[in-house]
């Protein structure tokens, strides 16, 4: 079994940073592909990014291109999010998900395992 757990979360104002780090344990064959969603009250869960665990290939989604990073430390088995130039359409429940499969962050039906989530709220 894998098991995720998220942190990083909280309170910034629009134009801040914030960065989410998800730790990871059980069987790396299961985490072939880390990565962050997101669900805003009332809407669908939708991919943010993801980053093939071997070779360190990563995937964004178009609306946080160019101010999200997605990063790995094999060291401690985390996967991180460092989220800059936030927006108030930003705010959501942050999910670290894991997959067996080499999968993006397109379909959260590609993904085996989930973590609690992590609330960001970005306040205009």
């Known amino acids: 079994q894998v098991l995720l757990v998220e942190s990083g979360g909280g309170s910034v104002q629009a134009g801040g940073s914030l960065r989410l780090s998800c730790a990871a344990s059980g069987p790396t064959y299961n985490r072939k592909s880390m990565a962050w969603f997101r669900q805003a009250p009332g809407k669908r869960r939708e991919g943010v990014a993801s980053?093939?665990?071997?070779?360190?290939?990563?995937y964004y989604a178009d609306s946080v291109k160019g101010r999200f990073t997605i990063s790995q430390d094999n060291a401690k088995n985390t996967v991180n999010l460092q989220m800059n130039s936030l927006k108030p359409e930003d705010t959501a429940m942050y999910y670290c998900?894991?997959?067996?499969?080499?999968?993006?962050?397109?379909?959260?039906?590609?993904?085996?395992?989930w973590g609690q989530g992590t609330q960001v709220v970005v306040s205009s």
């Open positions: 980053i093939y665990t071997a070779g360190g290939v990563t």
């Open positions: 998900a894991a997959g067996a499969g080499w999968v993006v962050a397109a379909d959260p039906g590609h993904f085996e395992y």
